[in-house]
């Protein structure tokens, strides 16, 4: 796999359910197709439902039923033989997970046990996988703590009776204290102030330099993409539907979904009214024939309500699934209907 | 003026870690604000991660108790032993929490979960009165009854989830919502449909919502008041604007200064602002002497 730390081939991950006697599927994944390069830092954004987090849950090996991957793979390349997660067994996945491999779940800070001292679980998790063990152990952790802004006194307090900014600090911690070499993070600073959420993203950042880590982060935040990742893909209703080196995305999107989406950045100081997107967000369980995006789009033609756009190169390392790629012209800020060229 | 909610000089203390290595925390250090019955308005707080916006919220609830100082809704204590009367004060004060997904039991379907409230707070009786009601708040918030019916709160996303928390709390018509960070996990768009929202229901059915945010950009958009907070006191408060056109306090400077651009996208710029982190702190380490100020435009700055 070279250069590529994960491959991820037309992967397609369905919720399949049935209520009542009738069968459900929600196509949360349906065909993505990407790389993500050693020591990188690859940003996926996109919509509220699009499938963002179901797609990371594969990437990050917590594949459960309802989920279940249809078709195609995500492949990594830890230098021993590549690990395809979605028919790995589990003593394959346990082999890679911390040490290699870590996940921040969305809304992660809920799940620390809640009977548990922080510093408990600081020792279930990561000790092994660290091979310390009493003070060696508890300094590594204070230290890494320190780096998140966190005093060695939360590692005495029981989950409740931190904020909700410090406990996803302390799973930010868990997840990075092992030093892994790719991590998956959905959402990971959304509880934090902005001065903190600086440092945190710093300290990530740092992290992946020094230890080359690559990673893989979801967020609705764009000027948190904008600030650290290398390249961004956007999920559109299950699909990649553009990727682009970050500079590219933000000043010349080339789908129209992505081009309102840079430009629904609030700013402060702006009172102006921003009108939502129009429409409703697709349904995943009947999503639109040809492309997803038509029912919205401003710049739809008749082609688009009935063949679907293939995700192709349209610059150097930027791909785009639009039938009229080249007419997308990025927004002011501040209007969301993407603009039509003259 | 009669006040739909006056918090006086409240403060909040923690004993943290059991009894080995037990701290005492000062998660709230006398807050006072107030806000009018017949103004309607949105008053945000901001501040800190772990600065007590969170406990204050709690506080209001009637979920925590002060240590000392007191909160009144309509002239009344919010804290009730009385099972009927918490209940009165619960359909006029409605919470919208931090995390969707610690808000909902993980086992309740939300359909389930929406039903309760309507039957509790309503008193309705009839399935289509249930129904109609439930249907209605979901609508509010961009979804429908069709749409989550038998869901489980892991079957939706972390957007949905959250819309449907907030649809939870229009059920009973309340006249304040304290909504602690509403739109941290939803997308930008969906993010203003939501702040739209609040302030729809503050312009056309006169609701006061308390906006708990780290986000300064939504905040400047539709607060009337704000007030910062750090380590558990207020460090500026006043008109949104006013305050954040011209944070006068270092650590509101801070926090304005540390909001992150787009501008610059690609450029990885995530230096501190490291003069106003020590002014900052040089504050912090002397708060214990200091005190809130008039100013003549109407805020109140810690000096
Ligand atoms: N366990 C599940 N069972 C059934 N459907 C599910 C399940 N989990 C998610 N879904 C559905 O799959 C779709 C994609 O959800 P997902 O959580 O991947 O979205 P997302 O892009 O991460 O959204 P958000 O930004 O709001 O977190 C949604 O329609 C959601 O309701
Ligand atoms: N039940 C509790 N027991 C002990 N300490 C607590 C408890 N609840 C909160 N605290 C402490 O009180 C302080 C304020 O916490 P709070 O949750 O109110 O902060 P917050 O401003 O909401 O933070 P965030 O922005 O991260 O959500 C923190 O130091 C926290 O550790
Ligand atoms: S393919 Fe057509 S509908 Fe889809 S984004 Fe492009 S122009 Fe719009
Ligand atoms: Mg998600
Ligand atoms: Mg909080």
Known sequence: ?342 | MSSLLEVADVSKRFQMGGILGRQEVRAVDQVSFAIAADKPEIFTIIGESGSGKTTLARMILGLERPSSGRILFRGEPVHHENKADRLKFMANVQPVFQNPFEAFNPLKRVDRYLQSTARRYLGARDKAAIEAAMDGALQKVGLSLAEIAGRFPHELSGGQLQRVAIARALIPNPPLLIADEPVSMVDASLRMAIVNLLKALRDDFGVSVIYITHDLATAYYISDRLIIMQKGRVVEMGPARTVLDAPEHPYSQLLKASVLSADDAGAGKLSPANDLLQLSNERLARADASRLEDREDGRRVRV
């Open chain 1, 1 to 342: 796999m070279g250069d590529n730390i994960l491959e991820v081939e037309a992967l397609k991950a369905y919720y399949q359910m049935s209520y009542f006697g009738v069968n459900r599927e929600v196509r949360a994944v349906d065909g993505i197709t990407m790389k993500v390069k050693r020591r990188e830092v690859y940003g996926i954004a996109g919509e509220s439902s699009s499938g963002k987090t179901s797609f990371i849950k594969v990437l990050a090996a917590a594949i459960r039923p309802p989920l279940r991957v249809v078709s195609g793979s995500a492949t990594y390349d830890f230098g021993g033989p590549p690990t395809d997660v979605t028919v790995a067994t589990p003593a394959e996945i346990d082999a890679i997970r911390w040490r290699h491999l870590s996940y921040i779940m969305q809304g992660s800070m809920s799940t620390l046990n809640p009977v548990r001292r922080i510093g408990r679980i600081f020792e279930d998790f990561a000790a092994r996988p660290l091979g310390l063990s009493g003070s060696a152990f508890r300094q590594r952790v204070v230290e890494h703590l320190g780096h998140l802004k966190l005093s060695p006194t939360v590692l005495n307090a029981y989950p409740h009776e931190l904020s909700g900014g410090m406990r996803q600090r302390v799973t930010i911690g868990l997840a990075t204290v092992c030093k892994p070499d790719f991590i998956i993070a959905d959402e990971p600073t959304t509880a934090l102030d902005v001065v903190v959420q600086k440092d945190v993203l710093s300290l990530i950042k740092n992290l992946q330099t020094e230890m080359g880590a690559s990673i893989v982060f979801v967020t609705h935040d764009m000027s948190v993409h904008a600030n650290i990742a290398d390249r961004i893909g956007i999920i559109y209703a299950g699909r990649l539907v553009e990727e682009a080196p970050t500079r590219t995305l933000f000043t010349a999107p080339k789908h129209p979904y992505s081009a309102h989406l840079v430009a629904s950045l609030p700013r402060i100081g702006d009172t102006t009214q921003r009108p939502a997107l129009e429409g409703r967000p697709p349904s995943l369980a009947a999503p639109p024939a040809g492309c997803r995006f038509h029912p919205r789009c401003p710049l739809a033609i008749d082609k688009c309500k009935t063949e679907v756009p293939p995700l192709v190169a349209v610059g150097t390392d930027h791909r785009s699934a639009c039938w009229r790629a080249n007419d997308v012209e990025p927004l002011v800020p501040g209007h969301s209907r993407a603009g039509v060229a003259a």
